[in-house]
């Protein structure tokens, strides 16, 4: 079956620092996303992404963080300086369709991210 | 943001009886449910869903009820299996303003713990 590939599965960093999660979606899939979920809080959407622009954000999803989808096959989330609210576990998603395509979206294991 | 809420944080059922999860939404717009199902450290998996224009899905032992008019809905795992111990998700997808790409609403998850 196919998959979303996440990496690194854990990642720890420094805060301040810059850090760049990646993923790679279903290669037939045209919409992205990516939600983050802070330990013992619920999973929150952050971005979604299509046809090469962010289509939707949340409040969270401030200057600090950026998605690009560099060549046809990755899809990365990037946060310039992190913070230590910042930790949590980051989901990357796609879907085949976007509002008018009823299916389940397939998400990835997650990155674990981690500011010291 | 309380739009989905889960107000059972865990549910212990016997192996073979039913599970019967809930889950309650506070906005018209949503037009779309998911349940998702989750173990430690992986990503959510897609189980089930339903559009807004139904009030039954059934797909093997899940089925997914909705009542529009009471904004709730309900997943029945029907035998349990001891493999069905993990944290279920209920989502939710809105058209905000004629257009949505695509973005869920997640509810906290409830624990299910099935006992053999």
């Known amino acids: 079956e196919p998959e979303v590939t996440q990496t690194p599965s854990h990642q720890v960093t420094q805060m301040g620092q810059e850090v760049i999660l990646r993923c790679v979606p279903i290669?037939?899939?045209?919409?992205f996303y990516w939600y983050r979920q802070i330990l013992g809080q619920k999973v929150e959407f952050l971005v979604s992404?299509?046809?090469?622009?962010?289509?939707?954000k949340s409040e969270i999803f401030d200057d600090q963080f950026s998605v690009e989808r560099p060549d046809g096959s990755n899809f990365t989330l990037k946060i310039r300086s992190t913070k230590l609210e910042d930790s949590a576990m980051y989901f990357c998603?796609?879907?085949?369709?976007?509002?008018?395509?009823?299916?389940?979206?397939?998400f990835g294991s997650g990155t674990r991210l981690t500011v010291v | 943001d309380q739009q989905v809420k889960q107000n059972s944080p865990s549910l212990s059922v016997q192996e073979g009886r039913i599970s019967i999860l809930n889950c309650d939404y506070t906005?018209?717009?949503?037009?779309?449910f998911l349940w998702y199902k989750k173990y430690p450290a992986e990503g959510p998996t897609f189980l089930i869903s339903?559009?807004?224009?139904?009030d039954k899905n059934e797909d093997g032992r899940f089925t997914v009820f909705l009542n529009k008019s009471a904004k709730h809905l309900s997943l029945h795992i029907v035998p349990s299996q001891p493999g069905d111990s993990a944290v279920y998700f209920c989502?939710?997808?809105?058209?905000?303003?004629?257009?949505?790409?695509?973005?869920?609403?997640f509810g906290q998850g409830t624990i299910l713990t099935v006992h053999p």
């Open positions: 992404f299509y046809n090469n622009e962010i289509s939707e």
């Open positions: 998603a796609s879907s085949e369709g976007g509002a008018w395509f009823n299916y389940g979206y397939t």
């Open positions: 906005n018209s717009m949503f037009d779309y």
């Open positions: 339903i559009s807004s224009i139904k």
């Open positions: 290669s037939n899939h045209l919409y």
């Open positions: 989502a939710a997808r809105a058209i905000t303003g004629g257009t949505s790409y695509g973005k869920l609403t």
